[in-house]
């Protein structure tokens, strides 16, 4: 997909990691363009509601190096509809 595009449906990125593993200590590159806000959250329930308030700013390009004490990574972009429509994804360490 190019990148910036909000995916074209909402299971595009955990179709896409789920024949992927990925551990501790690996480092995770998130490369992205054009108008994004994109959000990290260590908890389901932002998550799952888009929650835009309050919006964490991460900017492009962006390396996540994951620990065993924070096993859950929850990335949405909080761009007018963009996580609902599937922008988000859910990392598991």
């Known amino acids: 997909m190019a990148s910036g595009m909000v995916p074209p449906n909402s299971s595009y ?50 390396v996540l190096t994951p620990n065993a004490s924070e096993p859950l990574y929850f990335f949405y972009c909080t761009v007018n509809d963009h996580c609902k429509r599937g922008q988000k994804s859910l990392l598991m360490f």
């Open 13 to 62: 990125y955990s179709k896409w990691a789920s024949n992927k593993t990925f551990y501790a200590g690996d480092k995770l590159s998130f490369n992205w363009t054009g108008s994004h806000t994109i959000r990290m959250s260590h908890t389901a329930a932002e998550y799952d509601n888009c929650s835009k308030d309050p919006a964490i700013v991460i900017g492009s390009p962006f």
